[in-house]
């Protein structure tokens, strides 16, 4: 889907499975001011090719963290519900 959104450009996946995900190297650039503002331009067109939800099917994690992606309606909940608060949460039960 974010391959087809006309934006970013993505890697191709050259395999996956439930524990893998194997991709396309992209080569490293030299970050300049003018490649910054393109890719933000490419971002703009690839968010506003919109979704039905924000998330996924499936759990992942972060590093060792669990990472939950259950989708949400609107990006704003996404966010503060499954990139933020259970972080904060962990954060303050340590």
């Known amino acids: 889907w974010l391959g087809e959104a ?6 191709e996946v050259l395999g996956v499975d439930d524990e893998c995900l194997v991709l ?3 080569e490293p650039g030299k ?3 003018e490649l ?3 890719f933000g ?3 703009a ?3 506003r090719a919109g979704a039905p939800h ?11 963290a669990p990472l939950p992606n259950r989708p949400l309606p609107t990006w704003e909940e996404f966010y503060a ?3 933020v608060m259970p972080y904060v949460r962990a954060a303050l039960d340590r």
């Open 6 to 11: 006309g934006g970013v450009p993505v890697p």
């Open 24 to 26: 396309a190297w992209v």
């Open 31 to 33: 970050p300049t001011p």
């Open 36 to 38: 910054a503002e393109q």
């Open 41 to 43: 331009r490419e971002l």
């Open 45 to 47: 067109v690839t968010h």
């Open 54 to 64: 924000f998330g996924a099917d499936r759990d992942g994690y972060i590093g060792l």
């Open 81 to 83: 519900s499954r990139r």
